[in-house]
């Protein structure tokens, strides 16, 4: 099996398997990124189409036609509603500073692994030496992917399969160590700061939402999705 077409794949620039992220506001810009946008922040997702919008719905929410919902998706969202939809969908900046703090930790964490001391001893007891996951599970239901990491075990599998509906792992990459994975992990959510959503807790037009690991670290599928290297397709 291949990658959905939705979540389609990002093209490489020279050695970096990221694609090129611009605005940090561009799923504002309508199309099928603000769908789902607006499909989370007004709670207004499909049951019969996964990941898609109801427009009337979302109009009966916003208190506006569906005519006006179908003209923000084509052209884009006037400021103020794009104000709102970022209040309950953004990532806030606080999010993104500790996440770069967290890379750098895990950045020197992986030069330091193989030195002696306590915290290396610790990390080995832990299993934090032993070989970890990347994994990127897409969630249908809510029209997202997040880059989970785990060890590499079939419990490890199915946790990151969980929560709104069900996941469906579409890319992996073993490390080495957790501190490798986790450096991998952070560095894809930089390159995709432009379409990433934090899901809302409350929503009610998904189920399963309330215990969603991860929330903060969604990306919107129509994004794509890094390469990961050399990228494994899983048939679930």
Known sequence: ?????????????????????????????????????????????????????????????????????????????????????????????GQLEQERVQLGIAQEAARTLGLKGVKATDWRARGLDEPHVLYLVWLPALGVWIPRVGRLSETTHQR?????????????????????????????????????????RDLKSVTGVKKLQGRSSAVLACAGTPLLGDPVFLDL
């Open 1 to 93: 099996m291949g990658i959905p077409e939705l979540l389609g794949e990002a093209p490489e620039r020279g050695d970096e398997p990221f694609r090129e992220i611009g605005d940090a506001t561009s799923w504002v810009q309508g199309g099928r990124a603000l769908e789902t946008a607006l499909a989370m922040g007004a709670d207004a997702y499909s049951t019969d189409s996964p990941g898609r919008l109801v427009f009337s719905a979302a109009a009966g929410s916003l208190k506006v036609q569906e005519a006006t919902v179908a003209r923000w998706i084509r052209d884009g969202l006037p400021h103020k509603r794009a104000v709102w939809l970022s209040s309950v969908v953004g990532v806030g900046a």
């Open 160 to 200: 990151s399969t969980g929560g709104a509906g069900g996941g469906r792992i579409v890319r992996r990459r073993i490390f080495d160590n957790y501190f490798l994975a986790a450096v991998e992990k952070f560095e894809v959510l930089e390159a995709y700061e432009g379409w990433r959503v934090s899901v809302p």
